[in-house]
């Protein structure tokens, strides 16, 4: 089993900076075994992915919008992944979801999300 926990959103002005950050744990849990994910969910609209890396390595940004924005990194010795979000705009107000993807398994965990909400 996989915990995962976010921490890093909360209001903020347009234009300004947010970094995210998910914390995982749990037996077995190593970034070399699960691809990790940010996703959010916008009020009224289904949840998109924003980033994923993969356990391999790659960094895959997928949504447009946030592309030269949004930067992901990890911290292998912390277990922990980050979204680093800049010139945050209100169209980026949303929860923000971590997940693992356990792929030898086809498992998905999630976190609980954390809300960001961009506004003046």
């Known amino acids: 089993q996989v915990q995962l926990v976010e921490s890093g959103g909360g209001l903020v002005q347009p234009g300004k900076s947010l970094r995210l950050s998910c914390a995982a744990s749990g037996s077995g849990f190593t970034f070399s075994t699960h691809d990790m994910s940010w996703y959010r969910q916008a009020p009224g609209k289904e949840r998109e992915v924003v980033a994923t890396?993969?356990?391999?390595?790659?960094?895959?940004i997928v949504a447009d919008s946030v592309k030269d924005r949004f930067t992901v990194s990890r911290d292998r010795a912390k277990n922990t992944i980050y979204l680093q979000m800049n010139s945050l705009i209100p169209e980026d107000t949303a929860v923000y979801y971590c997940n693992a993807y356990y792929p030898d398994a086809r498992v998905n965990y999630w976190g609980k999300g954390t809300l960001v909400t961009v506004s003046s």
């Open positions: 890396m993969y356990r391999v390595g790659t960094i895959t």
